[in-house]
């Protein structure tokens, strides 16, 4: 491993890509190799030994790539597979997750308050987000809901129209989340709506942006295992799925302003 090496990132789809471009806006210097696992999108639906499967099979894919960090950029992946893909990786790369940044950030801005938090049935019924905030003993209440159909209406182009309003609108009305003080999005897809969830709160509330935080945290802690990348020469970034779709093909194009080549590999053959 030297500090020249890419960072991986994976995720069940395109929701990864707001932590991916996050990171290297952050990090201009840093190469990273994607992996989106198109074949099994959405995650948040599957159980909890087929996500550790898929995700230990990427990472294979990452290693390969030589990568000094893998970035499980997928909530659900984080909440299902971080302990066994951080033991499966051992000293071969470093291994962060998109919860935990977001977990210390709440009991440093929210001590004492109430937040809510929405993401996919895998997330929210694992129950990480409430068993790490109380662990900080912050004082912090979370009330969690889970709204499952919000991550494939993104993957499907459905986003910053009036039928993705309605559906995020009907979720946000839950009795559950009323009193809230700030609401984590909590699946990475999310940051593709956020500007109609604020819309909805008319700003009375504050959204936790979760790709931004998540991308801090990736360049602190390469600081901290001195890996961070010396070079000033332009970073690549290079996409593999699992399965084809010109719908991420030009996802990834609007998220990186460029076109770009996808690699298509087979996690099973």
Not at 88 to 106: E, R, W
Not at 171 to 192: E, F, K, M, V, W
Request: net charge neutral; glycine share 4%.
């Amino acid at each position: 491993m030297t500090n020249e090496n890419p960072i991986g990132i994976f995720d069940s789809g395109i929701g990864g890509l707001t932590v991916a471009q996050a990171v290297t806006k952050a990090l201009p210097h840093e190469s990273i190799v994607y992996f989106g696992d198109t074949a099994h999108l959405p995650y948040g639906d599957k159980s909890a030994a087929a996500i550790q499967a898929y995700s230990v099979k990427i990472c294979d894919v990452l290693l390969k790539q030589n990568c000094k960090m893998i970035l499980i950029a997928c909530n659900s992946a984080s909440a299902a597979a971080y302990e066994l893909v951080k033991e499966y990786v051992g000293s071969k790369a470093k291994v962060l997750n998109v919860i935990d940044p977001v977990v210390q950030y709440a009991g440093q801005q929210f001590a004492s308050q109430t937040i809510g938090l929405i993401g996919t049935k895998q997330t929210v019924f694992s129950k990480v987000y409430e068993k790490k905030i109380k662990a900080l003993k912050k004082k912090v209440t979370l009330k969690s809901l889970a709204t499952p159909l919000l991550a494939p209406m993104i993957e499907e182009g459905f986003f910053n129209n009036t039928i993705s309003y309605s559906v995020i609108e009907k979720y946000l009305q839950d009795s559950h989340l009323n009193d809230i003080q700030a609401l984590i999005l909590g699946c990475t897809h999310y940051p593709l709506i956020k500007k109609e969830i604020e819309q909805l709160y008319k700003n009375s509330i504050q959204i936790i942006d979760t790709s931004e935080i998540v991308a801090e945290a990736v360049k602190e802690s390469l600081r901290t295992e001195n890996l961070l990348s010396a070079s000033t020469a332009k970073a690549t970034q290079h996409f593999f799925v699992s399965d084809y779709t010109q719908s991420f093909e030009a996802s990834t194009r609007i998220f990186f302003n460029k076109k770009v080549h996808l690699e298509q590999y087979k996690l099973w053959e």
